[in-house]
């Protein structure tokens, strides 16, 4: 069993409030130009990932790395909304070892449910870890190519997300989209252009991306995410 350690906590500048943010459901401190962005844990006293823990009147937040998540990164490059918020309950594909799957525990909180899936045996272990901690989580090792795989186990959800590194990463988005995503659901897919076609420019890989994405869902805003992640961006969808 692995053996998690009480964070190592610190406080906030007396000067800073340590407001929710006005846009999305996460709190923020700002630092002159610089915006840092955190959640609040979950399970106080726990950290899965060595992440900055900060601590303000009795209450835990966890600080959300754009270097070691997409989902961060399009948050520091201004996206205009992602689409997520308290009680949702939403499908991760691609959870990994369970890192961005844990922040979005955080944000959807004990109404929300997080469906976390992957195929890798090696990483769905740790991520069972996490998921065992975490009453809003529950791993699922199955193929985000093949639906039928993960369908048994989930019910519909108000959420998609997709980070996954394979050719197809657009059709495996929509195919999952289409069958578990309600009505007017938000999704972010997270665009891996180099598993895509190593030869191609990102930017013709994103346009090619787009457009698949427009024959099936609304694009809601888009974003590169250079210089946190190379060759990668993001789309935030809604669905039609």
């Known amino acids: 069993m692995k053996e998690y350690r009480k964070p190592e ?5 007396k000067s800073n409030r340590f407001p929710k943010h006005n846009k999305f459901p996460l709190y923020f401190d700002k630092k002159g130009k610089r915006t840092d962005f ?3 844990n979950l ?3 726990e950290k899965f990932f060595d992440e900055q823990i900060k601590r303000e009147k009795g209450k835990e937040y966890r600080h959300f790395d754009p270097g070691r998540s997409k989902l961060a990164a399009a948050l520091l490059k201004n996206v205009s909304q992602i689409g997520l918020k308290e009680g949702d309950n939403v499908l991760y594909l691609g959870a990994s070892h369970g890192y961005t799957p844990s922040f979005i525990s955080d944000i ?27 009453v809003n989580m529950a791993p699922i090792m199955a193929d985000a190519n093949h639906t039928f795989e993960i369908g048994p186990r989930i ?6 997300y997709q980070d996954v590194a394979q050719r197809n990463q657009a059709e495996i988005f929509l195919k999952n989209c289409k069958k578990f995503l309600k009505k007017e659901g938000f999704g972010i897919l997270a665009v ?9 420019k990102p930017k ?6 787009r457009k698949k994405l427009e024959q099936e869902v ?8 250079d210089p946190f992640e190379k060759d990668h961006c993001v789309f935030v969808i809604k669905k039609r």
């Open 43 to 45: 399970t106080p006293g």
């Open 218 to 225: 609304t694009i809601v805003d888009y974003r590169v995410l």
């Open 155 to 160: 019910f519909n959800v108000d959420f998609v």
């Open 38 to 40: 955190y959640t609040l």
């Open 192 to 200: 891996k252009s180099r598993s895509i076609d190593m030869a191609a």
């Open 108 to 134: 959807v909180g004990k109404k929300g449910f997080v469906f976390a899936v992957d195929f890798a045996p090696r990483v769905v272990r740790d991520l069972v870890f996490v998921c065992e901690k975490r």
């Open 204 to 209: 013709t890989i994103y346009d090619q991306v």
């Open 9 to 13: 906590v610190s406080g906030f500048r």
